[in-house]
């Protein structure tokens, strides 16, 4: 019932909208995110249809994402450094070509296996830079750090919004003319981010001179980030999810098609069902009215994604995998969101892109290994029992951060203290408890 009382209360709810360069990111980046999940899932279909391979799935995933495990920390550097909006800008550009190419190979029917290929290491080699200065943009949007969590969930439910429209027209738009048309209105859709970003009114940033070199800069984040227990744990927690929680989507098109027996319209459907748990996921942390509370959030959380990706594993039935894909992206967003929202929370501005390119590098950059391995391993024991294992994992993950909490709730404590999120006044184990299990009134 608190959920609910806070879901209807939307001007809390959206209260990240008060503030225009928000609502202009909101809107831009909305519409091209529908685009970007358009060209996700006809990219998939379009591997399948000409390789037949799960493998060759596994590893267009692969080289889409390892560029960000090796240079999402030199783009946190630069987000330390330079114009988040004008950089932001240039790379949005950069991506909206490379779909205007894929578009064009594939509607001249010329594309080939190692175009796309050699176009997904592109796309990886923008977003490895573009995630880390994307993320920690967002304090330069809403300005005021209390409604920083509350923008990180409704830029959830954006991505999740477009992550249930983008796969249900693209598997619509496949079956009726093919893939091409996906990717055109793919980079069409990039205009509309360019012009927000374009029209956003930055208060310039107080200039700090940094006088070190860009590797003492990378040493200095690294040892920030893992000499800090409670910023370790996320991201060790964070890279195991993303390796072995995430690879469910590069399976989808062999449930979708193999098991399911429905083709790229059940393709469309799974993508979009997880997009539905994820935008419930996104909602209940933007109606949410602290932060304080969340690293229990992240367990549970984690633990949900495991259970639902082992009872989909089992599933032969549409309608009762429909049912568990909502779960289990519920549980990947809650979870992902949760360790965003916490660590933007507690890390020092200063070293804010830095520590956000190493939440890149968890999620974005072990998700290429994680599609290597679920490839790899659903040609070996069959894509099933490669979901199983992955959700089992996810569990064990669950516990063993469980298990740290009452030391990681211990020192973020003063943090709290520090951004006014609890009172120094209250006694030592009820503010444990508050943080560990907080009340919602």
Same mark, same amino acid.
């Given at each position: ?158 991505? @999740?919004?477009?992550?249930?429209? #983008?796969?249900?027209?693209? /598997?619509? $738009?496949? !079956?009726?003319? &093919?893939? +091409? ?75 979708? @098609?193999?098991?399911?027996?429905? #083709?790229?319209?059940?393709? /469309?459907? $799974?993508? !979009?069902?997880? &997009?539905? +748990? ?86 974005? /950059? ?76």
């Amino acid at each position: 019932m608190n959920f609910l009382n806070n879901f209807i209360d939307l001007k809390q709810t959206l209260r990240a909208f008060r503030y225009r360069n928000y609502r202009l990111f909101y809107t831009g980046q909305g519409i091209s995110l529908i685009g970007t999940w358009m060209q996700r899932i006809a990219l998939s279909w379009l591997v399948y249809r000409l390789t037949g391979s799960a493998f060759l799935l596994g590893v267009v995933g692969f080289a889409g994402q390892i560029p960000a495990s090796i240079l999402a920390p030199l783009g946190g550097v630069l987000a330390d450094r330079l114009n988040r909006q004008r950089f932001l800008i240039l790379l949005q550009t950069l991506a909206m070509i490379q779909a205007f190419i894929l578009a064009f190979l594939v509607l001249t029917h010329t594309i080939v296996f190692w175009h796309i290929l050699s176009l997904s290491i592109l796309l990886g080699l923008i977003n490895a830079f573009d995630i880390p200065i994307r993320q920690s943009f967002v304090i330069e949007m809403v300005e005021k750090k209390e409604d920083l969590g509350n923008a990180i969930a409704l830029n959830s439910s954006m991505f @999740n919004g477009a992550r249930l429209i #983008g796969p249900s027209v693209a /598997g619509i $738009l496949i !079956a009726a003319v &093919g893939e +091409g048309l996906c990717f055109l209105l793919n980079a069409i859709s990039f205009l509309s981010v360019i012009i927000a970003l374009t029209a956003m009114k930055i208060k310039p940033k107080e200039k700090i001179t940094h006088d070190s070199h860009v590797l003492k800069g990378l040493k200095e984040g690294f040892s920030y980030a893992f000499g800090f227990e409670p910023i370790r744990t996320i991201l060790l927690l964070i890279s195991l999810v993303s390796l072995i929680g995430t690879s469910y989507a590069v399976l989808m098109p062999i449930f979708a @098609n193999d098991i399911l027996r429905g #083709g790229s319209y059940a393709l /469309g459907f $799974l993508m !979009a069902g997880a &997009g539905i +748990g994820a935008l419930i996921g996104a909602l209940y942390l933007a109606s949410r009215k602290t932060s304080v509370g969340l690293a229990k959030m992240i367990a549970i959380a984690a633990a949900v994604l495991g259970i639902g990706q082992i009872l989909f594993s089992f599933s032969k039935f549409f309608w009762l995998s429909m049912i568990l894909i909502v779960i289990v992206g519920f549980g990947l967003m809650v979870q992902m969101a949760s360790c965003n929202t916490v660590l933007q929370t507690i890390v020092d501005d200063d070293k804010r892109g830095r520590v956000m390119s190493l939440y890149a590098m968890a999620f974005m /950059g072990m998700a290429p290994f994680g599609s290597l391995i679920a490839g790899g391993l659903a040609n070996k024991i069959g894509a099933p029992n490669t979901l199983m294992i992955g959700g089992l994992a996810c569990i064990v993950g669950a516990i063993l951060f469980a298990r740290r909490l009452p030391i990681l709730n211990k020192m973020v404590h003063p943090i709290y203290i520090k951004h006014g999120m609890i009172t120094e006044d209250v006694k030592t184990a009820e503010i444990a408890a508050q943080i560990t299990d907080p009340p919602e009134n």
